[in-house]
C-alpha cells in the first residue's frame, strides 16, 4: 500500500525555512500553487510505489521549481554553430542603432500614429516607407508582421476568390510551417499551378491568364536548389506579361538582401532592388533574414497597388508593432552608407568576415581550451535561415574531442548553461565556430566549458 499520509499540508510548506524567503519575491498564491504542483507530483510518485520525499527534499523541490519560474525563459544563447541566420536563435541580431530606437521608442511614449506637425493622426507606415522608397527604387512599401503575412495580404487584396499562378518549380515550403501553396489558398485565392518541376516558359504563365486570374507570381526558391536541365522565368519578362494583360504580378522573394553580397567573396542572391528594377510590381520579403532587421514582413512597389493593400481591411490584423518598426527603422537607415553595413549590420559583418581573421579568432578562443586538447581546423559555415541553399562560407573551427563525457552531452551541458552555447557535432567532435560569435561571445563560451565540465 502506497502511503499518501505523511503529505506535508500547503500550510506547513509555506512555513518551511527553505520556502519563506520566497515570499519576498513571489506572491504566497503563486507560491502555494507551485507547492500544490509539488505535493500532486509526490503523491502520484507514492501511488506509484516510490519511496516517499521528506518535507526537506520537497521543499527544495519547490525551491528549483521556483526558480526556474523566475528566470527569462526566453534568453539570450551564444550562437557557435556557424549558421548565420537560424530561425530556431531568433534569426538576425539586431544593429546596436536598431537597438537604440528600439530602448527609445519603447520605452516611452512615441509618435507611432501621429502626424507631430498637425496633431492630427497620422499612420504607422510612414516612418519607415520613405528609407524602403530610397533603398529600394520601389514607389511605395508597406510593412507587415513576416514575409508569410505579406503573401497573404498580397493574394487576399487582389486574388480573393481568383487565381494565383505560380510555376510548380516554385512551390516551396520555408521551415516553420510555411507553404506557399497553403498560404495562397489560406486567403482564399485558388491555386493555379503552371509549368513542371524543373522547367516553367513565360508561355506557361500566359496560357494561364483568364479573366479570373488575380496574381501572377514569382517565389525564390531559397531554401533548395533545382540544378540540371532547368528553365525559369526571368523576372522581366514576367514583369513585361503582367503589364501587357493588366495582371498584377508579384514576387516572394524571402530574404530581403538589399546589397551586392559579392563585394566580400560570397555567393550573391538578388537584391530586392534587383526585383523591383526587374519591374515587377510587388516584392515581398522578411525583415530578419539577410536584411538583419527584426521580424516583419515587407511589401515594395508601384504605388497604387500598396494603396490598395493598405486599404485591406485585413491590414488590422497584420500590422506591426512599434517594436518591430522602431528596430527595423534604425537598421534600415544603416544601409543609406552601404560602404559601412559590413561594421554596423551584425548579419552582414558575419558574411563578409575574412577567413584569416575567423582563424585568428579560432586560435584565441583554443587557447583558452588547451587544457581540453583544442584543435583549430578548416571548415564550413552556412548562411541558413533559408538563404542561399547549400552554399558554404570557409571557415576556421575550434574542435573539441571529451572522451569523457558523450560529445551529445557536452552539447546538452553547454545548451543548458547561463547563457546558453549551442554549437555543433559532426566528425566525433564538438565544433565551435567563431563566425557566429558575437564580441564578448568566446569568453562566455570558455566560462560555459568550464561549468559543463566541472
Ligand atoms: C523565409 C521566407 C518566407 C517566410 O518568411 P517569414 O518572414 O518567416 O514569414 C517566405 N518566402 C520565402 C521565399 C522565404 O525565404
Same mark, same amino acid.
Given at each position: 500500500?502506497?502511503?499518501? @499520509?505523511?503529505?506535508?499540508? *500547503? ?7 527553505? *520556502?519563506?524567503?520566497?515570499?519576498? %519575491? ?8 507551485? =507547492? ?8 502520484? @510518485? ?39 541566420? +537560424? ?23 512615441? +509618435? ?31 510593412? !507587415?508582421? +513576416? ?5 497573404? $495580404? ?12 505560380? %510555376? ?8 516553420? #510551417? ?23 516558359? =513565360? ?5 494561364? *491568364? ?53 563585394? &566580400? ?9 534587383? #526585383?523591383?528594377?526587374?519591374? /515587377? ?27 490598395? =493593400? ?33 561594421? @554596423? ?5 558575419? $558574411? ?28 564550413? %559555415? ?13 571557415? &576556421?573551427?575550434?574542435? /573539441? ?19 546558453? !552555447? ?21 569568453? /562566455? ?10
Amino acid at each position: 500500500m502506497s502511503d499518501l @499520509r505523511g503529505l506535508p499540508a *500547503i500550510g506547513t510548506l509555506l512555513e518551511h525555512a527553505a *520556502i519563506k524567503p520566497l515570499r519576498a %519575491s513571489l506572491d504566497v498564491g503563486q507560491l502555494a500553487y507551485v =507547492l500544490r504542483e509539488e505535493v500532486a507530483a509526490e503523491r502520484a @510518485r507514492r501511488l506509484a510505489g516510490e519511496a516517499p520525499l521528506d518535507v526537506d527534499a520537497l521543499a527544495a523541490k519547490a525551491v528549483a521549481r521556483v526558480h526556474e519560474l523566475l528566470r527569462p525563459r526566453l534568453r539570450r544563447v551564444v550562437n557557435a554553430t556557424g549558421v548565420v541566420i +537560424n530561425t530556431n536563435l531568433g534569426r538576425s541580431p539586431l544593429a546596436p542603432e536598431a537597438l537604440e530606437r528600439l530602448l527609445d521608442v519603447a520605452g516611452g511614449y512615441s +509618435n507611432l500614429e501621429m502626424d507631430l506637425t498637425s496633431g492630427q493622426r497620422g499612420s504607422r507606415y510612414v516612418h519607415v516607407e520613405e528609407l524602403l522608397i530610397r533603398l529600394t527604387g520601389a514607389e511605395a512599401a508597406v510593412v !507587415v508582421n +513576416n514575409c508569410a503575412a505579406a503573401i497573404l $495580404l498580397i493574394t487576399d487584396t487582389f486574388a480573393r476568390g481568383r487565381e494565383v499562378v505560380v %510555376s510548380r518549380g516554385q512551390l516551396v515550403e520555408i521551415g516553420g #510551417s510555411f507553404r506557399l501553396p497553403e498560404v495562397l489558398e489560406a486567403s482564399g485565392a485558388r491555386l493555379v499551378e503552371v509549368g513542371t518541376t524543373n522547367k516553367t516558359y =513565360l508561355s506557361d504563365y500566359e496560357r494561364a *491568364i483568364r479573366p479570373e486570374t488575380g496574381v501572377l507570381m514569382l517565389s525564390h526558391t531559397s531554401n533548395f536548389r533545382i540544378v540540371g536541365f532547368t528553365h525559369e522565368v526571368d523576372r522581366r519578362e514576367l514583369a513585361a506579361l503582367g503589364r501587357q494583360t493588366g495582371v498584377v504580378t508579384a514576387e516572394d522573394l524571402g530574404s530581403g538582401l538589399l546589397v551586392d553580397l559579392s563585394q &566580400w567573396q560570397v555567393p550573391t542572391e538578388p537584391t530586392v532592388q534587383d #526585383s523591383v528594377a526587374a519591374g /515587377l510590381d510587388l516584392v515581398a520579403v522578411s525583415g530578419d533574414k539577410l536584411m538583419g532587421g527584426p521580424q516583419c514582413g515587407i511589401v515594395v512597389g508601384r504605388r497604387d497597388l500598396v494603396e490598395r =493593400l493598405k486599404a485591406n481591411p485585413m491590414l488590422r490584423a497584420l500590422r506591426p508593432d512599434k517594436l518591430a518598426l522602431a528596430a527595423l527603422e534604425g537598421t534600415l537607415r544603416l544601409y543609406l552608407d552601404p560602404a559601412s553595413v559590413a561594421e @554596423r549590420v551584425p548579419i552582414m559583418g558575419m $558574411l563578409a568576415r575574412d577567413v584569416d581573421d575567423l582563424k585568428l579568432a579560432a586560435t584565441l578562443l583554443a587557447g583558452h581550451l588547451q587544457h581540453l586538447d583544442a584543435e583549430v581546423v578548416p571548415g564550413f %559555415s552556412a548562411v541558413g535561415g533559408g538563404t542561399l541553399p547549400g552554399v558554404e562560407l570557409p571557415t &576556421w573551427l575550434v574542435a /573539441l574531442r571529451v572522451p569523457e563525457i558523450g560529445l551529445d552531452e557536452l552539447a546538452r551541458r553547454l545548451r543548458t548553461c547561463e547563457p546558453a !552555447v549551442v554549437a555543433r557535432i559532426a566528425n566525433d567532435r564538438l565544433l565551435l565556430d567563431p563566425r557566429t560569435m558575437l564580441a564578448d561571445d568566446p569568453a /562566455l563560451v570558455v566560462e560555459a566549458l568550464r561549468k559543463a565540465l566541472a
